[in-house]
């Protein structure tokens, strides 16, 4: 069973950034692909960026395109999400996954973090 442990998450004001980190209980290999999502209270929970770990193609939802990066360490086999220019509405358990490739869809991903919580307040 693979663990996934997010960090970084905490309380920022708007026009802030914060850095979330996520490191796996194992080594990944090249034919995975690590995604965060989020979900806020009442919603759903929604894509919000993916990286292909064999090449680093990455892939962003259009609400944080330019405004957050995600960057892989294939050294440490970590995962990072920079997120720049925060929003209120970027408020949200932010959650690290693995799957089998590059997915908008939560159901694709096979292993999750407990979630790291993001609140963007002044």
């Known amino acids: 069973q693979v663990q996934l442990v997010e960090s970084g998450g905490g309380l920022v004001q708007p026009g802030g950034s914060l850095r979330l980190s996520c490191a796996p209980s194992?080594?990944?290999?090249?034919?995975?692909?690590m995604g965060w999502f989020r979900q806020a209270p009442g919603k759903e929970r929604e894509f919000v960026a993916a990286?292909?770990?064999?090449?680093?193609?990455?892939d962003y939802a259009d609400s944080v395109k330019g405004r957050f990066t995600i960057s892989r360490d294939v050294a440490k086999s970590t995962v990072s999400l920079q997120m720049n220019s925060l929003k209120p509405e970027d408020t949200a358990l932010y959650y690290c996954?693995?799957?089998?490739?590059?997915?908008?869809?939560?159901?694709?991903?096979?292993?999750w973090g407990q979630g790291t919580q993001v609140t963007v307040s002044s």
């Open positions: 194992e080594r990944i290999f090249g034919r995975y692909a």
């Open positions: 990286i292909r770990w064999s090449d680093g193609t990455t």
């Open positions: 996954a693995r799957g089998p490739r590059v997915t908008y869809y939560p159901t694709d991903y096979t292993y």
